[in-house]
Protein backbone atom coordinates (compact mmCIF):
# COMPACT_ATOMS: atom_id res chain seq x y z
CA UNK A 1 0.00 0.00 0.00
CA UNK A 2 2.94 2.14 0.93
CA UNK A 3 4.35 1.43 -2.47
CA UNK A 4 1.18 2.05 -4.36
CA UNK A 5 0.98 5.29 -2.43
CA UNK A 6 4.07 6.91 -3.71
CA UNK A 7 3.30 5.88 -6.85
CA UNK A 8 -0.14 7.30 -7.06
CA UNK A 9 1.91 10.57 -5.61
CA UNK A 10 4.81 10.51 -8.32
CA UNK A 11 2.02 10.41 -10.95
CA UNK A 12 -0.25 12.96 -9.55
CA UNK A 13 2.42 15.58 -9.93
CA UNK A 14 3.41 14.76 -13.24
CA UNK A 15 0.33 14.61 -14.40
CA UNK A 16 -0.08 18.27 -12.50
CA UNK A 17 2.92 19.45 -13.61
CA UNK A 18 3.76 18.42 -17.24
CA UNK A 19 0.41 19.57 -18.76
CA UNK A 20 0.57 22.56 -17.35
CA UNK A 21 4.36 23.49 -18.82
CA UNK A 22 3.23 22.04 -22.08
CA UNK A 23 -0.23 24.19 -22.52
CA UNK A 24 1.52 27.46 -21.42
CA UNK A 25 4.61 26.69 -23.63
CA UNK A 26 2.54 25.72 -26.34
CA UNK A 27 -1.13 27.86 -26.35
CA UNK A 28 -0.65 30.57 -23.59
CA UNK A 29 3.08 32.31 -24.83
CA UNK A 30 1.86 32.85 -28.26
CA UNK A 31 -0.55 35.04 -27.14
CA UNK A 32 1.12 37.56 -24.83
CA UNK A 33 2.50 38.96 -21.44
CA UNK A 34 -1.07 39.17 -20.03
CA UNK A 35 -2.12 36.22 -21.02
CA UNK A 36 1.16 34.78 -19.89
CA UNK A 37 0.81 36.28 -16.27
CA UNK A 38 -3.09 35.22 -15.67
CA UNK A 39 -2.33 31.46 -16.71
CA UNK A 40 0.34 31.52 -14.39
CA UNK A 41 -1.45 32.86 -11.64
CA UNK A 42 -4.20 30.20 -11.91
CA UNK A 43 -1.61 27.78 -11.75
CA UNK A 44 0.20 29.03 -8.68
CA UNK A 45 -3.80 28.65 -7.45
CA UNK A 46 -4.07 25.57 -8.23
CA UNK A 47 -0.68 24.51 -6.22
CA UNK A 48 -1.29 26.81 -3.48
CA UNK A 49 -4.61 24.81 -3.42
CA UNK A 50 -3.81 21.10 -3.80
CA UNK A 51 -0.63 21.62 -1.40
CA UNK A 52 -0.76 24.55 0.92
CA UNK A 53 -4.22 25.01 1.54
CA UNK A 54 -4.96 20.93 2.11
CA UNK A 55 -2.15 20.51 4.07
CA UNK A 56 -2.45 23.36 7.08
CA UNK A 57 -4.95 25.51 6.79
CA UNK A 58 -8.18 23.16 6.27
CA UNK A 59 -9.54 19.95 8.43
CA UNK A 60 -9.11 16.70 7.18
CA UNK A 61 -12.87 16.75 5.55
CA UNK A 62 -12.53 20.30 4.28
CA UNK A 63 -9.00 19.30 2.92
CA UNK A 64 -10.01 15.98 1.29
CA UNK A 65 -12.70 17.57 -0.29
CA UNK A 66 -10.95 20.76 -2.04
CA UNK A 67 -7.88 18.77 -3.29
CA UNK A 68 -10.24 16.35 -4.59
CA UNK A 69 -12.78 18.88 -6.67
CA UNK A 70 -9.80 20.98 -7.50
CA UNK A 71 -7.80 17.89 -8.65
CA UNK A 72 -10.67 17.01 -11.20
CA UNK A 73 -11.88 20.73 -12.07
CA UNK A 74 -8.63 21.89 -12.90
CA UNK A 75 -5.83 19.22 -13.26
CA UNK A 76 -7.72 16.28 -15.18
CA UNK A 77 -9.35 18.91 -17.51
CA UNK A 78 -5.68 20.18 -18.22
CA UNK A 79 -4.47 17.34 -19.06
CA UNK A 80 -7.29 16.22 -21.11
CA UNK A 81 -6.80 19.32 -23.06
CA UNK A 82 -2.81 18.53 -23.61
CA UNK A 83 -3.72 15.65 -25.22
CA UNK A 84 -6.10 16.21 -27.17
CA UNK A 85 -5.12 19.55 -28.48
CA UNK A 86 -2.62 18.40 -30.64
CA UNK A 87 -4.60 15.80 -32.60
CA UNK A 88 -7.63 17.57 -33.15
CA UNK A 89 -6.87 21.56 -32.57
CA UNK A 90 -7.50 23.73 -29.39
CA UNK A 91 -10.96 24.58 -30.42
CA UNK A 92 -12.62 21.00 -30.34
CA UNK A 93 -10.28 20.27 -27.08
CA UNK A 94 -11.66 22.97 -25.64
CA UNK A 95 -15.53 21.68 -25.92
CA UNK A 96 -13.83 18.31 -24.40
CA UNK A 97 -12.85 19.72 -21.93
CA UNK A 98 -15.70 21.89 -21.44
CA UNK A 99 -17.87 18.29 -21.61
CA UNK A 100 -15.47 16.73 -18.73
CA UNK A 101 -15.79 19.60 -16.38
CA UNK A 102 -19.84 19.55 -16.82
CA UNK A 103 -19.25 15.91 -15.81
CA UNK A 104 -17.43 16.71 -12.98
CA UNK A 105 -20.06 18.42 -12.23
CA UNK A 106 -22.68 16.19 -12.44
CA UNK A 107 -20.74 13.86 -10.06
CA UNK A 108 -20.37 16.40 -7.51
CA UNK A 109 -24.14 17.93 -7.59
CA UNK A 110 -26.19 15.17 -8.11
CA UNK A 111 -24.10 11.57 -9.03
CA UNK A 112 -23.07 11.14 -5.47
CA UNK A 113 -26.85 10.82 -4.77
CA UNK A 114 -28.04 8.63 -7.47
CA UNK A 115 -28.87 5.18 -6.02
CA UNK A 116 -28.97 1.61 -7.67
CA UNK A 117 -29.76 -1.44 -6.28
CA UNK A 118 -27.37 -4.39 -7.54
CA UNK A 119 -28.60 -7.78 -7.70
CA UNK A 120 -26.26 -11.32 -8.04
CA UNK A 121 -25.87 -14.69 -7.40
CA UNK A 122 -23.72 -16.65 -5.37
CA UNK A 123 -24.07 -20.43 -6.34
CA UNK A 124 -22.44 -23.28 -4.42
CA UNK A 125 -23.13 -26.97 -3.57
CA UNK A 126 -22.24 -26.08 -0.07
CA UNK A 127 -25.63 -23.94 0.03
CA UNK A 128 -28.37 -26.03 2.15
CA UNK A 129 -31.73 -26.93 0.12
CA UNK A 130 -33.04 -24.76 2.76
CA UNK A 131 -31.54 -21.51 1.63
CA UNK A 132 -31.69 -21.79 -1.53
CA UNK A 133 -33.03 -18.55 -2.82
CA UNK A 134 -32.10 -16.65 0.69
CA UNK A 135 -31.40 -13.09 0.01
CA UNK A 136 -28.92 -11.06 1.26
CA UNK A 137 -28.93 -7.57 1.58
CA UNK A 138 -25.43 -6.10 1.79
CA UNK A 139 -25.12 -1.88 2.72
CA UNK A 140 -21.14 -0.83 2.73
CA UNK A 141 -19.58 2.54 3.22
CA UNK A 142 -22.27 4.79 4.32
CA UNK A 143 -20.23 7.45 5.64
CA UNK A 144 -22.66 9.67 6.93
CA UNK A 145 -20.32 12.64 7.30
CA UNK A 146 -21.07 13.24 3.38
CA UNK A 147 -24.58 13.44 3.70
CA UNK A 148 -25.06 16.44 6.15
CA UNK A 149 -26.74 18.75 3.14
CA UNK A 150 -28.82 15.55 2.39
CA UNK A 151 -29.69 13.84 5.12
CA UNK A 152 -32.86 12.69 2.92
CA UNK A 153 -30.65 10.48 1.22
CA UNK A 154 -30.64 8.01 4.15
CA UNK A 155 -33.63 7.72 4.43
CA UNK A 156 -34.27 6.51 0.72
CA UNK A 157 -31.25 4.71 1.33
CA UNK A 158 -33.20 2.74 3.87
CA UNK A 159 -36.55 2.56 2.45
CA UNK A 160 -35.33 1.36 -0.64
CA UNK A 161 -33.29 -1.35 1.33
CA UNK A 162 -36.38 -2.71 3.40
CA UNK A 163 -38.24 -2.27 -0.18
CA UNK A 164 -36.12 -5.86 -1.40
CA UNK A 165 -37.70 -7.76 1.33
CA UNK A 166 -34.29 -9.27 2.41
CA UNK A 167 -33.84 -12.15 4.76
CA UNK A 168 -30.55 -10.49 6.48
CA UNK A 169 -29.19 -7.12 6.43
CA UNK A 170 -25.07 -7.27 6.53
CA UNK A 171 -23.03 -3.84 7.30
CA UNK A 172 -19.61 -3.96 5.67
CA UNK A 173 -18.23 -1.06 7.42
CA UNK A 174 -17.58 2.48 7.29
CA UNK A 175 -20.64 3.96 8.98
CA UNK A 176 -18.74 7.56 10.00
CA UNK A 177 -16.15 9.71 8.07
CA UNK A 178 -14.11 10.86 11.23
CA UNK A 179 -16.93 11.63 14.05
CA UNK A 180 -19.29 9.27 15.96
CA UNK A 181 -21.15 12.78 16.21
CA UNK A 182 -22.06 11.80 11.88
CA UNK A 183 -23.70 9.22 13.13
CA UNK A 184 -26.35 10.36 15.76
CA UNK A 185 -28.96 13.08 13.04
CA UNK A 186 -29.27 9.22 11.21
CA UNK A 187 -29.94 6.92 14.47
CA UNK A 188 -33.91 6.72 14.16
CA UNK A 189 -33.66 6.30 10.51
CA UNK A 190 -30.55 3.47 10.38
CA UNK A 191 -32.71 1.59 13.21
CA UNK A 192 -35.42 0.73 10.85
CA UNK A 193 -33.24 -0.95 8.70
CA UNK A 194 -33.38 -4.38 9.23
CA UNK A 195 -34.78 -7.97 8.12
CA UNK A 196 -36.50 -11.24 9.39
CA UNK A 197 -32.56 -12.63 10.38
CA UNK A 198 -31.27 -9.38 11.45
CA UNK A 199 -28.67 -6.54 10.80
CA UNK A 200 -25.28 -7.96 11.49
CA UNK A 201 -22.42 -6.12 10.86
CA UNK A 202 -18.24 -5.32 11.03
CA UNK A 203 -15.84 -1.98 11.28
CA UNK A 204 -13.93 -0.53 8.57
CA UNK A 205 -10.73 1.45 8.34
CA UNK A 206 -12.86 4.55 8.88
CA UNK A 207 -14.79 3.61 12.47
CA UNK A 208 -11.70 3.58 14.10
CA UNK A 209 -10.39 7.29 13.44
CA UNK A 210 -9.72 9.24 16.39
CA UNK A 211 -9.80 6.25 19.02
CA UNK A 212 -13.69 6.62 18.38
CA UNK A 213 -14.26 2.72 17.71
CA UNK A 214 -15.73 1.61 20.95
CA UNK A 215 -18.27 5.22 21.02
CA UNK A 216 -19.28 3.40 16.98
CA UNK A 217 -19.57 -0.08 18.01
CA UNK A 218 -22.31 1.62 21.49
CA UNK A 219 -23.87 3.55 18.62
CA UNK A 220 -24.72 0.39 16.28
CA UNK A 221 -25.73 -1.60 19.38
CA UNK A 222 -28.31 1.39 20.13
CA UNK A 223 -29.85 0.95 17.01
CA UNK A 224 -30.11 -3.03 17.16
CA UNK A 225 -27.38 -3.52 14.87
CA UNK A 226 -25.18 -6.80 15.99
CA UNK A 227 -21.49 -6.62 16.06
CA UNK A 228 -19.58 -9.42 14.27
CA UNK A 229 -16.06 -8.36 16.28
CA UNK A 230 -14.06 -11.21 14.87
CA UNK A 231 -17.29 -13.55 15.29
CA UNK A 232 -19.94 -15.38 13.88
CA UNK A 233 -23.32 -16.17 13.98
CA UNK A 234 -25.24 -19.04 12.78
CA UNK A 235 -28.27 -18.80 10.87
CA UNK A 236 -30.70 -22.06 11.01
CA UNK A 237 -33.57 -23.44 9.17
CA UNK A 238 -35.27 -26.27 10.52
CA UNK A 239 -32.18 -28.80 10.31
CA UNK A 240 -29.96 -26.96 7.72
CA UNK A 241 -27.70 -23.72 8.88
CA UNK A 242 -25.40 -21.55 7.52
CA UNK A 243 -22.75 -19.11 9.52
CA UNK A 244 -22.51 -15.11 9.20
CA UNK A 245 -18.67 -14.69 9.78
CA UNK A 246 -17.25 -11.16 10.70
CA UNK A 247 -13.51 -9.80 10.99
CA UNK A 248 -12.57 -6.24 12.37
CA UNK A 249 -10.52 -4.22 9.49
CA UNK A 250 -8.25 -6.33 7.92
CA UNK A 251 -6.76 -3.71 5.87
CA UNK A 252 -3.15 -2.88 4.00
CA UNK A 253 -1.05 -0.14 4.21
CA UNK A 254 -1.52 2.27 6.78
CA UNK A 255 -5.46 0.94 7.53
CA UNK A 256 -5.77 -0.70 10.47
CA UNK A 257 -5.59 -4.49 11.02
CA UNK A 258 -7.49 -6.47 13.77
CA UNK A 259 -8.99 -8.80 12.36
CA UNK A 260 -9.02 -12.47 13.67
CA UNK A 261 -10.30 -14.68 10.70
CA UNK A 262 -9.14 -17.85 12.78
CA UNK A 263 -11.26 -16.77 16.12
CA UNK A 264 -14.09 -15.38 13.98
CA UNK A 265 -14.42 -18.87 12.75
CA UNK A 266 -14.10 -20.64 15.71
CA UNK A 267 -15.23 -24.37 15.26
CA UNK A 268 -17.47 -23.98 12.68
CA UNK A 269 -17.29 -27.26 10.69
CA UNK A 270 -15.59 -27.53 7.07
CA UNK A 271 -17.97 -27.60 4.10
CA UNK A 272 -20.62 -25.59 6.68
CA UNK A 273 -21.95 -22.42 4.08
CA UNK A 274 -19.95 -19.47 5.49
CA UNK A 275 -20.66 -15.55 4.23
CA UNK A 276 -18.01 -13.66 5.37
CA UNK A 277 -18.23 -9.73 6.36
CA UNK A 278 -14.03 -8.02 5.59
CA UNK A 279 -14.33 -4.67 5.23
CA UNK A 280 -11.18 -4.47 2.62
CA UNK A 281 -11.55 -6.69 -0.25
CA UNK A 282 -7.41 -7.54 -0.01
CA UNK A 283 -8.28 -9.56 2.69
CA UNK A 284 -9.40 -12.14 0.39
CA UNK A 285 -6.80 -12.87 -1.44
CA UNK A 286 -4.07 -12.19 0.94
CA UNK A 287 -5.58 -14.44 3.75
CA UNK A 288 -9.59 -16.07 3.05
CA UNK A 289 -8.69 -17.56 -0.33
CA UNK A 290 -5.61 -19.89 1.16
CA UNK A 291 -6.32 -20.22 4.97
CA UNK A 292 -10.32 -21.07 5.05
CA UNK A 293 -13.14 -22.56 3.37
CA UNK A 294 -15.24 -19.45 3.50
CA UNK A 295 -17.75 -19.84 -0.11
CA UNK A 296 -18.60 -16.08 0.04
CA UNK A 297 -16.79 -13.09 1.12
CA UNK A 298 -18.58 -9.32 1.35
CA UNK A 299 -16.43 -6.61 1.15
CA UNK A 300 -16.70 -2.56 0.30
CA UNK A 301 -13.86 -0.03 1.10
CA UNK A 302 -12.62 0.98 -2.52
CA UNK A 303 -15.90 3.02 -3.48
CA UNK A 304 -14.52 2.41 -7.23
CA UNK A 305 -12.62 5.68 -6.50
CA UNK A 306 -15.64 7.02 -7.03
CA UNK A 307 -14.53 7.38 -10.54
CA UNK A 308 -14.98 5.07 -13.25
CA UNK A 309 -15.12 5.09 -17.09
CA UNK A 310 -16.50 1.89 -18.45
CA UNK A 311 -14.48 -0.90 -16.79
CA UNK A 312 -11.73 1.67 -15.78
CA UNK A 313 -11.46 2.49 -12.52
CA UNK A 314 -8.05 4.76 -10.20
CA UNK A 315 -8.75 1.94 -7.92
CA UNK A 316 -7.88 -0.84 -10.09
CA UNK A 317 -4.04 0.57 -9.52
CA UNK A 318 -4.46 -0.37 -5.58
CA UNK A 319 -6.69 -3.27 -5.73
CA UNK A 320 -7.01 -6.55 -7.89
CA UNK A 321 -10.58 -6.68 -6.45
CA UNK A 322 -12.56 -3.43 -6.51
CA UNK A 323 -16.12 -3.44 -8.05
CA UNK A 324 -18.26 -6.52 -7.89
CA UNK A 325 -18.29 -9.83 -7.87
CA UNK A 326 -15.09 -12.22 -8.55
CA UNK A 327 -14.86 -15.92 -8.59
CA UNK A 328 -11.97 -18.50 -7.56
CA UNK A 329 -12.24 -22.05 -7.16
CA UNK A 330 -15.73 -22.15 -6.97
CA UNK A 331 -15.83 -19.37 -4.15
CA UNK A 332 -17.12 -15.89 -4.87
CA UNK A 333 -15.78 -12.15 -3.56
CA UNK A 334 -18.42 -9.46 -4.09
CA UNK A 335 -17.26 -5.73 -3.18
CA UNK A 336 -20.00 -3.59 -3.05
CA UNK A 337 -19.43 0.29 -4.19
CA UNK A 338 -20.91 1.79 -1.31
CA UNK A 339 -23.22 4.58 -0.55
CA UNK A 340 -20.84 7.25 0.53
CA UNK A 341 -17.42 8.71 0.51
CA UNK A 342 -15.34 11.08 2.81
CA UNK A 343 -15.62 13.62 -0.69
CA UNK A 344 -19.78 14.07 -1.69
CA UNK A 345 -18.72 13.26 -5.40
CA UNK A 346 -19.57 10.14 -7.45
CA UNK A 347 -19.23 9.46 -11.44
CA UNK A 348 -19.59 5.52 -12.76
CA UNK A 349 -19.39 3.75 -9.41
CA UNK A 350 -23.06 5.37 -8.11
CA UNK A 351 -24.07 4.88 -5.08
CA UNK A 352 -25.65 1.28 -4.46
CA UNK A 353 -27.02 -1.26 -2.19
CA UNK A 354 -26.43 -4.86 -3.10
CA UNK A 355 -29.03 -8.18 -2.96
CA UNK A 356 -26.81 -11.44 -3.15
CA UNK A 357 -29.02 -14.25 -3.45
CA UNK A 358 -27.72 -17.99 -2.79
CA UNK A 359 -27.98 -21.05 -4.92
CA UNK A 360 -27.37 -24.34 -4.18
CA UNK A 361 -25.80 -25.03 -7.88
CA UNK A 362 -22.53 -24.73 -9.32
CA UNK A 363 -21.94 -21.42 -10.86
CA UNK A 364 -20.86 -20.84 -14.46
CA UNK A 365 -17.72 -19.96 -13.23
CA UNK A 366 -16.77 -22.43 -10.96
CA UNK A 367 -13.47 -23.89 -13.12
CA UNK A 368 -11.97 -20.73 -12.96
CA UNK A 369 -8.45 -21.35 -11.13
CA UNK A 370 -7.79 -17.76 -10.53
CA UNK A 371 -10.20 -14.90 -9.84
CA UNK A 372 -11.51 -12.82 -12.41
CA UNK A 373 -14.25 -10.49 -12.57
CA UNK A 374 -18.03 -10.99 -13.58
Known amino acids: MKHSFQIFTIVAILMMVVPDVFIFWRYVMPLGAWWMVGYALVSLWTVWTLVVMTTWCLGPVRSMRVFFSTFLMVVMTKLLFALSAPLVGWKVALILVIALAMAFAYGFVFGYRRLKVREVECASPDVPESFDGYRIMQVSDLHLGSFSRHPEFITK ?8 HCDVVLFTGDLMNFSPDEIVPYFGTLSRLTAPDGLFSVMGNHDYVGGHANKVR ?17 VRRGTDAI ?17 DLAKA ?18 HW ?3 VLGSSDVQLTLSGHTHGAQLCVGRFSPA ?13 DGRMLYVSLGIGGTVPFRLGPWPEINVITLRRKYPSSENQSSASQS
Open 265 to 282: LGALPKGMFKVLLSHDPS
Open 157 to 164: VVDTALAQ
Open 316 to 328: WLTYHEWGGAYHS
Open 285 to 287: RRE
Open 243 to 259: ALVGVENMGNGPFVRKG
Open 218 to 234: DLQRQMGWRLLDNAHHV
